[in-house]
């Protein structure tokens, strides 16, 4: 530890999932810097490492939830359905690490619990909860939009005699087949639960609060024909991605909702319906369903329309119906409304019927009646996008902290640099773009590294986001999601999901494409808004 010879990097890299891997691979293997990626997890790839859980998969496509800069190994991958499981993403990533042999570099069982940043000596010094230190001119987060899970203290909640997990840390050896499992939580991952779950428990509980909007994955085998369709069309379908706004591979819509009769958005929102996710529901169909509140309404009532169809007892159909706009991040499932058709399913909508306790063997609600369980799943979500920040100490010039700088919400320039904080550089911070994430990703990381190489090659000593920079993209971010219905719901994308945090813009909605040509400029403009 301490100061010594070996404990000093160029760069020091936190967090080893899909951000952290490739900031390794680039920094290390194209710029030659001498890196050290921390990561807390026993294993790498974060989100895929740690969320293990029945029916865990992600829901943009295979297709594009995954890298893109090396085409070699996309001729060489290949996945059988058109959404790939938890296991599989987790050993694709795992793949990248050892292909790269990125692994040496990266100390796992390690979280980084302090940050802080020397002026004079122009060095991050970085603290391990095994009391290492370590420093580096550098310093790359990639903590991860959702790794800080949000445990909601219920009452009684620590009293459960069964086993109580949160999705997001779900361990091996819990398995749930024949079991009695109570759910709290239905966003995308309680979704994605119930309809593994429903499958194998003897009984499911679904405490509901709010419902959402599902919409089917489509989600099917892929057939060899398509795979070599992607290799022999690879680099137009991640032009496209990186020409369209939420990059998840299809051609989103220009027509606006109302502009069409409605027979035909009736054609148009089955088509999608058929064809399957979440993505092309919203951006697929038209061009306004979540700007304008009249086209967004039309998908809420066609969504509410299939609830009414799929779910034979009216009473469960009821509360399974979203009444607010269609204006969360858009979810999808294999079956999600059909598992409320089985026996075993139960739901008790929380909001009307809350939960008053939970006890050693269950849940009581309001109306009395108990809950008998051997598990009890939260899936409730995360402290978005700066939780793992917040959970850090992080300081920057004249020992600044984090927290403070981020009182009043979280804020950067392009979701990559805070003023003050020189020399440190994140990787999907706060108001980084709201899309499919690899390809953002990507994007970010690259462009980083040529920031780094620039920075490196003329000698300078540091790299700091102008203040005036950071209140302007803040601002835009703002406007960016004011000009959408989402501010209008809570979600964890403003930051209202977590009692008391500030419900603001956490991401820039100007689509992908134009947060790229942003970057763009940035450069063009002699890396405008930098102090170099
Ligand atoms: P992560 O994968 O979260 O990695 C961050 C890592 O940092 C973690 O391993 C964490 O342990 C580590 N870390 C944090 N703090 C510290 C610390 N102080 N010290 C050391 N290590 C630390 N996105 C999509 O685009 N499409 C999807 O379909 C999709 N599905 C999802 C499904 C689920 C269940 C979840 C939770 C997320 C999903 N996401 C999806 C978002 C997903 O998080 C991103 O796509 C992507 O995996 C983020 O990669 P990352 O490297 O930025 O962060
Ligand atoms: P979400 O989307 O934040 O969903 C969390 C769910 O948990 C949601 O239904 C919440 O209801 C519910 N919740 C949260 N706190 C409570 C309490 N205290 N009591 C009862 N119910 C509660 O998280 P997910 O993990 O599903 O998805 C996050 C992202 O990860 C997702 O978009 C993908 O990108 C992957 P509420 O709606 O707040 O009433």
Known sequence: GGHSAEARFDAIVIGA????????????????????????????????????????????????????????????????????????ILGYLQTVVDRYDLGKDIQLNTAVEAAVYNEEANLWTVTTDGGESFTARYLLTA??????????????????????????????????????????GTGSTGTQFVCAASKVAEHLTVFQRTPQYNVPSGNAPVSPEYLAEYRANYDEIWRQVRLSRVACGFEESDVPAMSVSEEERRRVFQENWDKGNGF???????????TDPAANEAAAEFIRSKIKEIVRDPETARKLSPTDPYAKRPICNEDYYESFNR??????????????????????????????????????????????????????????????????????????????????????????????????????????????????????????????????????????????????????????????????????????????????????????????
């Open 143 to 184: 903590l991860g939009p959702l790794s800080a899970a949000n445990f909601p203290d219920i009452k009684g909640r620590d009293t459960f005699r069964g086993r109580l997990v949160h999705t997001g840390s779900w361990p091996d050896d819990l398995s749930i087949e024949g079991k009695r499992v109570g759910l709290i």
């Open 280 to 290: 092309r529901f919203m951006f697929g169909t038209f061009s306004d369903i979540a």
């Open 17 to 88: 999932g899909f951000g952290g891997i490739y900031t390794v691979h680039k920094l290390r293997n194209e710029l030659g810097l001498r890196v050290r990626c921390f990561e807390k997890g026993d294993g790498v790839g974060g989100t895929w490492h740690w969320n293990r859980y029945p029916g865990a998969m992600s829901d943009t496509e295979s297709l594009v939830y995954r890298y893109s800069f090396d085409r070699e190994l996309a001729q060489e991958v290949a996945w059988n359905r058109r959404y790939i499981p938890q296991r599989d």
């Open 343 to 532: 026996d075993n399913v139960t739901l008790v909508s929380i909001k009307e019927n809350p939960i008053r306790e939970i006890t050693p063997t269950g849940v009581i609600t309001e109306d009395g009646v108990e809950h008998p369980l051997d598990v009890l799943v939260f899936a409730t979500g995360f402290d978005a996008v700066d939780g793992s920040y917040k959970r850090m100490d992080i300081r920057g010039r004249g020992g600044v902290s984090m927290n403070e700088h981020w009182s009043d919400g979280p804020t950067s320039y392009l979701g990559l640099a805070v003023t003050g904080f020189p020399n440190m550089f994140m990787v999907l911070g706060p108001n980084s773009v709201f899309s499919n994430l690899p390809p953002a990703i990507e994007t970010q990381v690259e462009w980083l590294t040529e920031l780094i190489g620039a920075a490196e090659a003329t000698g300078r000593r540091s790299v700091e986001a102008v203040k005036a920079a950071e209140e302007t993209w803040t601002v835009t971010c703002q406007q960016s999601a004011d000009f959408t219905l989402f501010p209008k719901v809570d979600s964890w994308i403003f930051g209202a999901n977590i009692p008391g945090k500030k419900n603001r813009a956490m991401f820039y909605f100007g689509g992908l494409r134009s947060y790229r040509e942003k970057l763009d400029a940035v450069v063009t403009g002699g890396y405008e808004g930098f102090t170099m």
